[in-house]
């Protein structure tokens, strides 16, 4: 792609801290990227990277101490339907409500459309997610994996700018796992919808996204950006892929137990 | 150290063929006696008839009225004070004052909660009132009412709303801080306007523990209202049901004793296994919220 077009989300020397009880920390440090429309854009780092919280600054739930994040040029302040998050725990569809009032529920509280509309959009993703069987059921009727499903369509059917997956499918067993990401490639192919990706998982980011974005550990720096095919291939260097990640993202600790154990 | 950790022994590979044939039952529907001793309704009815006969049998034994009258005894004076009408309009009576109660302490409970969960002042004081308040016991305050709202339902209806007032606002605000940060950040992520926030998220997500609170008040008001009208007795209006134990122990009509509270513990079951229950089913059981 040629980067002189604009991009959609602008992230600018993004420096983010919170507070626990008795520490300020520090969760990254002065990140910087850009996201094109229909990127499948990953996260990835070691837990304690502050990826998590820099998708929640995106989301517009943690204001940066430092840089600005843009989205269409507009500086993004607080939590909007424009930024939908789709969470890992199993626990974000509200459980008195069905999938498809979960879905419907997403549409007409942020006023998007009427109660008849949200009701049909909501089936036509119910159905792009292969779940119209479970339309009336209450979400503690379902699977894990079906839990998430819900939660992709309820995410999609708001038709966001970007979708921000936090570890979606982190909660899941390997076999569903690997089901839901072909899903997920599957829905993005059919609608080129753009997502912002957050995982830990090497092979996940490989296989997930077309581009990723590496974060060092405590506090989150950016490590590089690396193109990726979805097919774990040799590169030019005669290394596959996620060697090339696994050894860009660990050098230094490499090193360091080698020094020790030497 | 070959003796001390031997290798597990080299095993060949088994495979085997399944089929279900010649297992028998691999699921058969329940027999009608097995659905009717796993249905919990039916069994509590069984519990209520034996306890009714042990109570019938010693009456009868202890042959004295005027300590112990026997269950048929009480059936009888129930039903006489039935048919006359005495017993509903106490029961009316009753309950008027105590929806009174009620209602007010759930509309106090619902701006103090308010305040409590849109202010830090409001969550302090919230928890320092129900720290003190809930501890004591609404009936010691009934001497105060009576001197500061005279001898009228004003006096009940203030115990009452002590008795309901606490407990609801405890448990609704425990319910709203325990509401998960996940169905937050949902609401949020729509858009929901404070209002909405609070009727679409909050309240529902809060709802276990509501229902929870709304029981306890109603237990409580229930117990509180029959024991001030033993007190206060009667004004112009009538009285109630507390009022007509009184007045039958007056006279010594034991019986009719007796049937006064048997109506308060019949209310008493229906409200928790008609009302409570229904509304339960209705509401957080079928949201698996509550098993």
């Known amino acids: 792609m040629s980067v002189g077009a604009n991009p959609l989300l602008a992230v600018k020397g993004v420096t983010l801290q919170y507070q626990t009880r008795d520490h300020l920390v520090t969760a990254t440090y002065r990140v910087s990227f850009d996201i094109y429309k229909s990127d499948r854009y990953v996260i990835l780092g070691p837990s304690g990277c502050g990826k998590s919280t820099l998708l929640k600054a995106v989301g517009g739930f943690i204001r940066p101490?430092?840089?600005?994040?843009?989205?269409?040029?507009?500086?993004?302040?607080?939590?909007?339907?424009?930024?939908?998050?789709?969470?890992?725990?199993?626990?974000?569809?509200?459980?008195?409500?069905?999938?498809?009032?979960?879905?419907?529920?997403?549409?007409?509280?942020?006023?998007?459309?009427?109660?008849?509309?949200?009701?049909?959009?909501?089936?036509?993703?119910?159905?792009?997610?292969g779940l119209t069987k479970f339309a009336d059921n209450y979400?503690?009727?379902?699977?894990?994996?079906?839990?998430?499903?819900?939660?992709?369509?309820?995410?999609?059917a708001m038709e966001p700018a970007i979708l921000l997956m936090d570890e979606p499918f982190a909660a899941l067993d390997a076999l569903t796992r690997a089901k839901m990401q072909e899903e997920l490639l599957q829905l993005w192919?059919?609608?080129?919808?753009?997502?912002?990706?957050?995982?830990?998982?090497?092979?996940?980011?490989?296989?997930?996204?077309?581009?990723?974005?590496?974060?060092?550990?405590?506090?989150?720096?950016?490590?590089?950006?690396?193109?990726?095919?979805?097919?774990?291939?040799?590169?030019?260097?005669?290394?596959?892929?996620?060697?090339?990640?696994?050894?860009?993202?660990?050098?230094?600790?490499?090193?360091?137990?080698?020094?020790?154990?030497? | 150290m070959a003796d001390v950790h031997p290798l597990p022994p080299a095993r060949p590979e088994v495979i085997y063929q399944v089929s279900t044939a010649g297992i028998?039952?691999?699921?058969?529907?329940?027999?009608?006696?097995?659905?009717?001793?796993?249905?919990?309704?039916?069994?509590?009815?069984?519990?209520?008839?034996?306890?009714?006969?042990?109570?019938?049998?010693?009456?009868?034994?202890?042959?004295?009225?005027?300590?112990?009258?026997?269950?048929?005894?009480?059936?009888?004076?129930?039903?006489?004070?039935?048919?006359?009408?005495?017993?509903?309009?106490a029961t009316w009576y009753s309950m008027k004052v105590l929806f009174q109660g009620y209602a007010a302490g759930l509309i106090l409970a619902g701006l103090l909660t308010a305040l409590a969960s849109a202010t830090r002042v409001g969550a302090d004081l919230l928890e320092v009132l129900t720290a003190m308040f809930?501890?004591?016991?609404?009936?010691?305050?009934?001497?105060?009412?009576?001197?500061?709202?005279?001898?009228?339902?004003?006096?009940?209806?203030?115990?009452?709303?002590?008795?309901?007032?606490?407990?609801?606002?405890?448990?609704?605000?425990?319910?709203?801080?325990?509401?998960?940060?996940?169905?937050?950040?949902?609401?949020?992520?729509?858009?929901?306007?404070?209002?909405?926030?609070?009727?679409?998220?909050?309240?529902?997500?809060?709802?276990?523990?509501?229902?929870?609170?709304?029981?306890?008040g109603w237990a409580f008001a229930w117990r509180t209202l029959i024991a001030a009208e033993l007190v206060f007795g009667a004004n112009s209006g009538g009285g109630g049901l507390g009022w007509y134990i009184f007045q039958s122990k007056n006279s010594l009509e034991i019986p009719s004793v007796f049937a006064g509270l048997l109506t308060v513990i019949l209310l008493g079951l229906v409200v928790e296994n008609f009302i409570f229950l229904t509304a339960e089913k209705m509401t957080v059981r079928r949201w698996g919220m509550q098993t």
């Open chain 1, 139 to 156: 979400p503690h009727t379902l699977s894990g994996g079906m839990k998430q499903r819900v939660a992709i369509a309820r995410g999609m």
């Open chain 2, 134 to 216: 809930n501890p004591l016991p609404s009936i010691a305050l009934l001497p105060l009412a009576m001197i500061w709202f005279g001898l009228g339902n004003a006096g009940i209806i203030f115990v009452l709303i002590h008795a309901v007032l606490w407990s609801v606002a405890l448990n609704t605000h425990a319910g709203f801080r325990g509401v998960s940060p996940t169905w937050r950040m949902v609401g949020q992520n729509y858009g929901l306007s404070s209002f909405g926030y609070v009727t679409r998220i909050l309240i529902p997500g809060a709802f276990p523990s509501i229902l929870t609170g709304l029981k306890i």
């Open chain 2, 24 to 89: 028998g039952v691999v699921q058969r529907p329940l027999s009608l006696g097995q659905k009717l001793a796993s249905h919990g309704g039916l069994r509590k009815v069984v519990v209520l008839i034996v306890l009714a006969l042990i109570w019938e049998g010693y009456g009868r034994w202890l042959a004295n009225d005027l300590l112990f009258p026997t269950f048929s005894a009480t059936l009888v004076a129930f039903w006489n004070s039935f048919v006359t009408g005495e017993l509903i309009k």
């Open chain 1, 189 to 262: 192919e059919d609608t080129k919808f753009t997502v912002l990706f957050v995982t830990h998982s090497i092979t996940e980011a490989v296989r997930v996204g077309n581009r990723i974005l590496l974060l060092s550990a405590h506090p989150g720096q950016v490590k590089g950006e690396i193109n990726s095919t979805g097919i774990d291939d040799i590169g030019a260097d005669g290394k596959l892929l996620s060697d090339r990640i696994e050894h860009l993202l660990f050098e230094q600790q490499i090193a360091d137990r080698s020094t020790t154990h030497g």
């Open chain 1, 65 to 129: 101490v430092e840089g600005e994040i843009h989205l269409n040029d507009v500086s993004i302040t607080k939590p909007g339907p424009d930024r939908v998050l789709v969470f890992q725990e199993f626990d974000q569809l509200l459980p008195w409500k069905t999938v498809k009032q979960n879905i419907a529920f997403a549409l007409t509280a942020s006023g998007k459309m009427n109660g008849k509309e949200a009701d049909q959009r909501a089936l036509h993703y119910i159905d792009m997610v």
